[in-house]
């Protein structure tokens, strides 16, 4: 069954979440398109991780050749659609335009991404087929996500049969479940890996591999096996309270609305965190309709992790921050048993040896009234399932691989994604699975041929 049939969206959510970049007219793409200077060693394809070649495709826009334009994208970004709408071309592709050293607008390279890639999805999404043999080599991918997605078409283009294995039931990783609706409709991220499925990649949904004895199958049944597993359970507070139903981490926040239907949101809601799914989570709950949204911070403004575009866009919208602000407790009402208020503290940042040590201001204690906290202080390491993974060396929680093919410490295992880096961007993840693929090939290639 196809995986958009079995995810059919919610009106309500739609109207709820519009696009904050909504697309580009047919007209205005044009224009967009013939501002570009197409540059001789364009900086913004040296910006982009999976290195798209901008200008190619941003003359065939200017050209009318929509389709042409998709495939060059895809050509080195199988998630053209998603990155197109999640990407933060501010400090990627956008950022390095030549433009800006003129002081003039950047091209809308975004925009004109996803312009040639909703056209492409539009009139059916077929791939051209490369005539590649089948190989006898298997290759299984554990996780949905774009790093095992990418790795898995790359194969599946050269003729390898893969395997996509995800404990969920609809796969995408984070793109399908964990960002935000106003950027990526878990519709669209599902498009795309129809598109793949179309290659010829299975999938085995709902199926979970978590220790030995699964990777030992694996192993036997597979040449190579690929890691993109992404990271694990959120991290929490550490505080009395926190265990109230109404403590709910960011992303279960933001999967149980955008997958599971639950539009549920407090009124006074409080995010911890300052990262870009806190921010995603804030902007969230004022699109369900929370009256009040506060962000919680321990550090300065300046330290957060967030990009200062998605801040801005929280502002505008009305969340508030308090900056060297750390939780302390969530204090329920005797009443009705639902969480009343967070109590927090002010803190200091300490310069220490090794780094920062935060230090409670002495008096300075408060509480906010909530009815609702989400968590958005990272994700932990998946270290049970590393720890299966035996003879695969990790640091830290993260695997360690050649960062030039993605082969790990054993031969037989590859890696990519948010589990090799800790957590960056969708693109970066694309562009590990990519790398590996190609080095999973050629490493099977003569592998054969020396037989």
């Not at 050293?101 to 909703?118: T, V």
């Not at 049969?161 to 991220?189: C, W």
């Not at 890996?193 to 694996?218: C, N, P, Q, W, Y």
Request: hydrophobic letters at 40%; one cysteine or more; a neutral charge.
């Amino acid at each position: 069954m196809s995986f958009l049939k079995t995810h059919t969206g919610n009106s309500e959510l739609a109207e709820r979440f519009p696009e904050v970049h909504p697309p580009l007219d047919v007209q205005s793409a044009l224009l967009e398109a013939n501002r570009c200077l197409y540059c001789f060693d364009a900086p913004c394809s040296a910006a982009c991780p999976t290195h798209i070649d901008v200008p190619r495709f941003i003359k065939k826009i200017s050209q009318g050749n929509l389709h042409g334009s998709a495939l060059t994208i895809l050509d080195s970004n199988i998630l053209g659609a998603s990155c197109s709408r999640v990407c933060p071309v501010d400090v990627l592709c956008e950022g390095a335009c030549v433009y800006h050293r003129y002081n003039k607008h950047p091209i809308e390279i975004g925009l004109l991404q996803r312009h040639a890639m909703d056209a492409f999805f539009k009139n059916g999404a077929a791939l051209p087929r490369t005539g590649a043999p089948d190989r006898q080599a298997r290759v299984a991918c554990v996780g949905a996500g774009p790093a095992s997605l990418a790795c898995a078409a790359e194969l599946r283009l050269r003729g390898f049969a893969v395997k996509v294995f995800d404990r969920r039931a609809l796969p995408g990783g984070l793109n399908t479940h964990g960002v935000a609706e106003y950027k990526l409709r878990a519709t669209d991220s599902l498009r795309e890996i129809e598109m793949i499925k179309s290659l010829g990649v299975d999938f085995a949904h709902g199926t979970s591999i978590t220790g030995e004895a699964e990777l030992a199958r694996l192993e036997k049944e597979y040449a190579i096996i690929f890691i993109g597993v992404g990271l694990g359970e959120m991290r929490t507070l550490g505080i009395p309270g926190e265990q109230h139903p109404d403590v709910v981490n960011a992303l279960d926040f933001i999967e149980r609305y955008k997958t599971g239907g639950n539009l549920r949101v407090g009124r006074h809601v409080v995010v911890v965190g300052a990262g870009n799914t806190a921010i995603d989570a804030a902007r969230a709950a004022v699109r369900l309709g929370a009256e009040n949204v506060h962000i919680l911070y321990r550090r300065e403004e300046e330290n957060m992790a967030a990009f200062q575009f998605e801040y801005e866009g929280a502002k505008r919208e009305g969340v508030r921050f308090h900056w060297r602000t750390q939780p302390v407790a969530i204090h329920t009402s005797a009443a009705h048993l639902g969480i009343a208020a967070i109590e927090c503290s002010r803190v200091n940042v300490i310069p220490s040896g090794d780094g920062q040590k935060m230090e409670f201001v002495p008096d300075s204690s408060f509480e906010l009234r909530c009815d609702m906290v989400i968590p958005a202080i990272g994700q932990s390491p998946l270290l049970e399932f590393l720890r299966a993974c035996r003879g695969v060396r990790s640091e830290k929680g993260l695997v360690v691989v050649d960062r030039a093919t993605g082969q790990t410490s054993h031969p037989q295992y590859f890696a990519g994604g948010d589990c090799v880096n800790g957590g960056r961007e969708v693109v970066d993840a694309v562009a590990d699975g990519k790398r590996a693929a190609l080095a999973i090939a050629e490493s099977l290639e003569v592998a054969h041929a020396q037989k």
